[in-house]
């Protein structure tokens, strides 16, 4: 037994070292994955080592949660199979009740939420930055979950998430924030309140873009987490060991990664601020940006890796992603690779994206190739 005395350890520390786990048979600093989907019974007909069945129990995956918890000051967290298993499940663990969501979020969440009425639920639309609105829309006794997404993919909107905490609570709901685009490393949103915390670990917590999949961390282990978890047990959306496996790999660089994104994202968005091309950047690192001084409140270390840009037209905004070199044409973010799209022609019909907007994932390139690559490629516009 170890008895020195204890140290505080920062989020870059628990991440790095996963813990400090160590595998106890080799003493290996990187655990095996462990694949086996039954356990053997103890003589008594019981599992003393509380291991019964593959779908829910792999330590592989438990190394994961547990580390997830801890950078989200949680009491426990669960992984799934993607973002949108997690964001799911926990809606569809919800007796019937009225919920309210933000009009810009996830478009692939935003979609299948037109459809939740089906599972007997209400739902309201509310623009998030405008308290007075998530004030009249929240009905004291009816209300039972009110999401966020801060900042908000794609438009990179802020909401304060404190005092939307405060408008919940005092209704008696509870509230859900997608952190995916802050990251646990920019903001820890059970701190400000929150009962719920998801990220599609697909992005940023992976950030090798080579796993799908998903995290919920809670607050409080009760009744609520527990149905959440009977959700994830009966309609199987567990996150495979192998997935786990490499999740935890990504998790262990998480901290440098995010942070040098957001330096490298907040300068190369000042200086796209002052081309004569583009209309407007989206960066909550901008103080330009409305939500900008809520943002510096709720996130600590840099406003992350992610932007938009608005040029005058759909066929600019194209024009431009086709011109680039380094930057990929491609969906999703957080990787290590920076990429650029023109997420109208993905969100489709109904979409509140503006139609001229590109969306940019600043991923570990050189900060200025990745400007200089954007130069010559606005240069296709007039």
């Not at 964001?87 to 478009?107: K, R």
């Not at 920019?186 to 701190?191: E, G």
């Amino acid at each position: 037994m170890d008895d020195r005395p204890f140290i505080p350890l920062s989020s870059r520390t628990l991440a790095a070292t996963a813990l400090g786990a160590v595998e106890p048979t080799t003493r290996a600093l990187t655990h095996p994955i462990h694949v086996a989907t039954n356990y053997v019974r103890d003589a008594d007909n019981g599992y003393i080592k509380g291991f019964v069945y593959g779908r829910t129990d792999n330590i592989t995956v438990h190394q994961v949660e547990a580390l997830v918890a801890e950078l989200e000051h949680a009491s426990e967290a669960m992984a799934f199979s993607s973002g949108m298993a997690a964001a799911t499940a926990i809606f569809l663990s919800l007796p019937p009740t009225h919920v309210v969501v933000p009009q810009v979020m996830y478009w692939g969440l935003r979609q299948w939420l037109q459809g939740l009425p089906r599972y007997g639920h209400e739902i309201t639309f509310v623009d998030m930055r405008d308290l007075n609105a998530v004030r009249a829309s929240i009905i004291p006794g009816r209300t039972g979950l009110v999401w966020i997404e801060t900042p908000s993919n794609p438009l990179l909107t802020i909401t304060d998430i404190q005092a939307v905490c405060d408008c919940a609570h005092l209704a008696g709901a509870s509230i859900c924030a997608d952190s995916t685009v802050a990251t646990p490393i920019l903001s820890q949103a059970l701190d400000l309140g929150c009962d719920l915390v998801v990220h599609s670990a697909t992005k940023y917590l992976n950030g090798h873009s080579d796993v799908v999949a998903g995290v919920v961390a809670t607050a409080s282990v009760d009744e609520a987490w527990e149905r959440i978890r009977d959700i994830r047990l009966r309609h199987g959306g567990v996150l495979g060991p192998f997935d786990a496996f490499l999740l935890l790999r990504g998790l262990r660089t998480l901290d440098v990664r995010v942070t040098t994104q957001s330096r490298s994202a907040a300068l190369i968005a000042e200086r796209l601020t002052r081309h004569p091309a583009i209309r407007a950047v989206f960066y909550p690192g901008l103080r330009t940006h409305p939500g900008h001084a809520t943002a510096a409140r709720q996130m600590k270390g840099g406003f992350g890796g992610m932007m938009s840009i608005r040029l005058r037209d759909r066929a600019e905004a194209i024009a431009v992603a086709a011109n680039v070199q380094l930057w990929r044409r491609a969906t999703s973010f957080g990787g290590t690779e920076s990429l650029i799209e023109h997420r109208a022609s993905i969100e489709g019909e109904g979409s509140p994206c503006p139609d001229d907007l590109l969306r940019l994932s600043v991923g570990l390139e050189d900060p200025e190739d990745l400007y200089r690559d954007l130069l010559q490629a606005l240069r296709v516009i007039p």
